[in-house]
């Protein structure tokens, strides 16, 4: 603090007080030469700032469906990044991340203005992984961390029921796991052994998962299916939506998320211990906050007699026209007890376990249907029905050679499922196969939904080529099966794609 005082402002003081005061200058002097070494002295201690970034590009085709060869992906992304730390206590990052749309303008029509606009032509969005600051060792084994981050908890691999401090990121299939950051503060407190560790963390301001494009077409799609915790409720809204249907009526469904309000009431926390045994690794964590997906909670039809809902007339001398229904989502709050640990285990030559589970508490959410009075009453159920419920993840690995690793986790839930009569059971397998000394890797991966009614799976084979330490080249596919009520088959999770990737690293 001493020499950030000198650096802000003592020394332009010191020297306004010599010019003043000639007499006192050996004391100014010696405060101005005091400040001039403090602040070398840090700039000395900095180390040089480390840059890093990519180039890539990604091109995706639809193998499967009625966008069969078509395609539907194209993403080019420019990363960079710096971090440096600037004195044995002070580090900070800072990254962005710009992604250029490939098929935002030939996706749909455009009128003629558009093409003097840039955005318009060459649409792009931003996004930052990192940009705080790291306070290390405030006291011993104490450091804070403020701002844009990411805070990874869990032990799993991509499957960690306990990591619910980040939103979920959804938007690319292919990067199934991920989080985005999220402004927040995170204290933590090391034990000088290493073997201990305290960590809270406080996100101020909720933020949500973000949903593939998928996602948002099938909520517009008024045939798409409502989970709702009674069955005989969500048969009630098909029976009643038919029953208008057969009298002429269309539907159209626009769907409005409501986040939680900025509040000190609605601060997202998180707390975890972590320690380490000779064997394996523990934890314990709590977090408090919301779920980043949204659920159903209201829905009111507005009903436009005369006019279908793609604008043409109804028939003169007969019944219909269009319901406009607009479906309110909200974020339900909810508590997370978690543990996870993992470790090796001997007596199978040091094959690798991982074992995570939460304990999940959410808020009791209603959905409230209005009927139009023509139609019959208002149906009333539960989207959540607040009682607690477990997710879990179990998972082995091993390495057969330097060349072969391969995975099997038994799954108790996915990121999007909240609540018992929702939370579905899973297999994946994955292996690794590497060739040329490592620069040729072909990964074989897969999912099975265990559900006996919609059973359904993901296949995804991936070929990456690294023939230099700094660039990439990948192909594949992922393969989406199931029928259009089963976990992976239906219009929510989108199409199964051929894929060609390149990417460039410094």
């Not at 991982?354 to 989207?383: C, K, N």
Request: some cysteine; charged content about 20%.
């Amino acid at each position: 603090m001493t020499g950030s005082a000198v650096r802000g402002g003592g020394a332009g003081v010191a020297c306004r007080r010599f010019f003043r005061r000639p007499g006192r200058g050996r004391v100014e002097w010696s405060l101005l030469a005091a400040g001039i070494v403090l602040a070398a002295g840090a700039a000395a201690r900095a180390d040089d700032p480390v840059f890093y970034g990519q180039a890539a590009t990604d091109f995706r085709a639809a193998v499967m469906g009625d966008a069969q060869g078509d395609l539907v992906w194209n993403l080019n992304v420019a990363e960079f990044g710096v971090k440096q730390r600037l004195n044995p206590h002070i580090r900070y990052e800072l990254d962005l991340r710009v992604n250029f749309d490939g098929l935002a303008f030939a996706s749909a029509d455009h009128p003629l203005e558009d093409l003097t606009n840039a955005l318009k032509l060459d649409a792009f969005w931003l996004e930052s992984d990192a940009a705080y600051v790291s306070i290390r060792d405030i006291f011993d084994g104490f450091d804070i961390v403020f701002g844009r981050q990411i805070v990874t908890w869990g032990a799993a691999d991509r499957f960690r029921p306990t990591n619910n401090l980040n939103p979920d990121d959804m938007f690319d299939p292919l990067r199934f796991g991920i989080t985005q950051a999220n402004e927040m503060v995170r204290l933590m407190w090391s034990s000088p052994e290493g073997n201990l560790m305290l960590e809270a963390v406080v996100v101020p301001v909720f933020r949500p998962a973000r949903l593939p494009y998928s996602a948002t077409a099938a909520l517009a799609d008024p045939h798409s299916e409502v989970n709702l915790v009674e069955p005989e409720v969500e048969a009630a809204l098909i029976a009643n939506r038919t029953m208008m249907e057969n009298a002429g009526y269309q539907f159209a469904v626009d769907a409005v998320a409501d986040p939680p309000d900025v509040s000190l009431e609605n601060i997202q926390v998180g707390a975890r211990v972590q320690w380490r045994t000779d064997e394996s690794d523990w934890s314990l964590s709590y977090y408090r906050g919301f779920s980043d997906f949204p659920v159903p909670v209201t829905s009111f039809p507005t009903v436009i007699p005369g006019t279908y809902c793609d604008g043409t007339s109804v028939p003169s001398g007969r019944l219909g026209g269009c319901v406009q229904t607009q479906v309110g989502l909200a974020y339900p709050s909810m508590q997370v007890f978690g543990f996870d640990v993992a470790g090796q285990i001997g007596f199978l030559d040091d094959a690798g376990f991982r074992l995570e589970g939460a304990v999940v508490w959410p808020q009791e959410m209603t959905y409230t249907a209005d009927i139009p009075d023509l139609f019959g009453p208002d149906i009333v159920g539960h989207s959540v029905d607040g009682r607690p419920f477990l997710k879990a993840t179990l998972g082995f690995d091993y390495t057969f050679t330097r060349d072969i690793f391969g995975l099997l986790m038994f799954v108790h839930g996915m990121v999007d499922e909240l609540g018992p009569q929702f939370v579905g059971d899973y297999v994946v397998a994955g292996a690794d196969f590497k060739f040329f000394n490592s620069k040729l890797l072909l990964r074989l991966f897969c999912i099975a939904s265990i559900d006996p009614d919609h059973p359904g799976g993901v296949i995804f084979p991936l070929l990456n080529w690294n023939p230099w330490s700094s660039m990439e080249l990948e192909g594949g596919a992922l393969i989406l099966l199931g029928d259009d009520q089963s976990k992976f088959g239906q219009p929510a999770a989108g199409d199964s794609v051929a894929f060609l990737r390149s990417r460039v690293r410094f």
